[in-house]
C-alpha cells in the first residue's frame, strides 16, 4: 500500500491557502488536514449538507481535492471520502482560486442571447441573466493561458442557474468527473444533448411572459377542470396536437 505522505513533506504554500480558506471550504480542509480524509458522512455529521460540493469549494479556493469511493458509512451505503493528493499536485491554480469574469465578456454573453434565457427562452434584461459556463466550472475548470470562448458560456436566467447549480452537483458525475458526457447533458446544451444527469430523458423549460400570461392561465383553468396537474395538461394537448399533424400528413 503506497504510504501518505507526511505533512512536513507539502509547501508551505499550501498551509498558507488552508488557513484563509472561506466558509464551508474551511470544514473539508482543517477535517481532512486533522484526519488525513473526510467522508461523506464525516462531512455530513459537521453540518456539511451537501458533501459532494466539498471538492469545488476547496478547488475554487486554491488547493486540489481528491475524491474516491471508500468504505460503508452507518447504513451500508458506499461513499466518498475526499484526501488531499500528493505534495506536488496539491495547489491548483491562484490563491484566489476562482477568478470572476471580466464584465465585458459576460456583457458579451448576454447580448448574444438578445436577452433570453438559453434554459428556459424567457426575456430578462441584462441584470437578470448570468453568463454561465456551459460544463460546469467545477469539473473543467479555468485554463489562464487560453482566451475565454463565446461558445463555452450561455446566458441563463438567475432561476435557472440555481436549479442547473442544484442538479449538476447531484448527478453522479460530479463526483469522478466526465467533461465529454457533462457536455451532451441537457444543462450544457439545451438544444442537442442526449441526457439530463446521466438520465435518458427529456425536458422542456416553458416562460410565458406579458400577454402570454392569459394564455397560461387559461391553461390552468382548463387543467383544473380536467383534474390534471398542469405539466400533464399540457403533455396531454402537444400529444394531440401532433398526433393530429401526423392523421393529416
Not at 500500500?1 to 480542509?29: C, H, N
Not at 434584461?125 to 448570468?130: E, S, V
Not at 457536455?183 to 406579458?210: E, F, K, M, N
Not at 397560461?216 to 394531440?240: D, G, M, R, T, W
Given at each position: 500500500?503506497?504510504?501518505?505522505?507526511?505533512?512536513?513533506?507539502?509547501p508551505?504554500?499550501?498551509?498558507?491557502?488552508?488557513?484563509?480558506?472561506?466558509?464551508?471550504?474551511?470544514?473539508?480542509?482543517?477535517?481532512?488536514?486533522?484526519?488525513?480524509?473526510?467522508?461523506?458522512?464525516?462531512l455530513?455529521?459537521?453540518?456539511?449538507?451537501?458533501?459532494?460540493r466539498?471538492?469545488?469549494?476547496?478547488?475554487?479556493?486554491?488547493?486540489?481535492?481528491?475524491?474516491?469511493i471508500?468504505?460503508?458509512?452507518?447504513?451500508?451505503?458506499?461513499?466518498?471520502?475526499?484526501?488531499?493528493?500528493?505534495?506536488?499536485?496539491?495547489?491548483?491554480g491562484?490563491?484566489s482560486?476562482?477568478?470572476?469574469?471580466?464584465?465585458?465578456?459576460?456583457d458579451?454573453v448576454?447580448?448574444?442571447?438578445?436577452?433570453?434565457?438559453?434554459?428556459?427562452?424567457?426575456?430578462?434584461?441584462?441584470?437578470?441573466?448570468?453568463?454561465?459556463?456551459?460544463?460546469?466550472?467545477?469539473?473543467?475548470?479555468?485554463?489562464?493561458?487560453?482566451?475565454?470562448?463565446?461558445?463555452?458560456?450561455?446566458?441563463v436566467?438567475?432561476?435557472?442557474?440555481r436549479?442547473k447549480?442544484?442538479?449538476?452537483?447531484?448527478?453522479?458525475?460530479?463526483?469522478?468527473?466526465?467533461?465529454?458526457?457533462?457536455?451532451?447533458?441537457?444543462?450544457?446544451?439545451p438544444?442537442d444533448?442526449?441526457?439530463?444527469?446521466?438520465?435518458?430523458?427529456r425536458?422542456?423549460?416553458l416562460?410565458?411572459?406579458?400577454?402570454?400570461?392569459?394564455?397560461?392561465?387559461?391553461?390552468?383553468?382548463?387543467?383544473?377542470?380536467?383534474?390534471s396537474?398542469?405539466?400533464e395538461?399540457?403533455?396531454?394537448?402537444?400529444?394531440?396536437?401532433?398526433?393530429?399533424?401526423?392523421?393529416?400528413?
Amino acid at each position: 500500500m503506497k504510504s501518505t505522505p507526511a505533512w512536513s513533506a507539502y509547501p508551505q504554500e499550501f498551509f498558507a491557502r488552508l488557513r484563509d480558506l472561506r466558509g464551508r471550504a474551511r470544514i473539508v480542509g482543517w477535517m481532512i488536514l486533522e484526519e488525513g480524509s473526510a467522508s461523506t458522512q464525516a462531512l455530513q455529521d459537521n453540518g456539511y449538507s451537501h458533501p459532494p460540493r466539498a471538492k469545488q469549494d476547496l478547488q475554487e479556493q486554491g488547493i486540489a481535492v481528491l475524491c474516491t469511493i471508500g468504505y460503508n458509512d452507518r447504513n451500508g451505503r458506499r461513499m466518498a471520502v475526499y484526501s488531499f493528493p500528493s505534495p506536488e499536485a496539491v495547489l491548483k491554480g491562484p490563491r484566489s482560486g476562482r477568478v470572476a469574469l471580466p464584465k465585458a465578456f459576460t456583457d458579451h454573453v448576454k447580448a448574444a442571447a438578445h436577452g433570453r434565457c438559453a434554459l428556459c427562452a424567457g426575456i430578462f434584461d441584462p441584470t437578470g441573466l448570468q453568463a454561465d459556463h456551459r460544463v460546469p466550472y467545477a469539473i473543467v475548470g479555468d485554463d489562464p493561458n487560453s482566451d475565454l470562448r463565446l461558445s463555452e458560456f450561455m446566458a441563463v436566467c438567475r432561476s435557472c442557474n440555481r436549479a442547473k447549480s442544484w442538479t449538476c452537483e447531484h448527478c453522479p458525475n460530479w463526483t469522478d468527473p466526465d467533461p465529454e458526457l457533462c457536455a451532451t447533458c441537457y444543462w450544457a446544451s439545451p438544444t442537442d444533448y442526449t441526457h439530463i444527469s446521466t438520465l435518458v430523458i427529456r425536458r422542456l423549460d416553458l416562460t410565458w411572459q406579458g400577454p402570454e400570461i392569459d394564455d397560461f392561465q387559461l391553461l390552468q383553468l382548463l387543467a383544473q377542470q380536467a383534474s390534471s396537474p398542469l405539466p400533464e395538461y399540457v403533455k396531454h394537448l402537444l400529444a394531440n396536437h401532433i398526433r393530429k399533424g401526423q392523421g393529416s400528413g
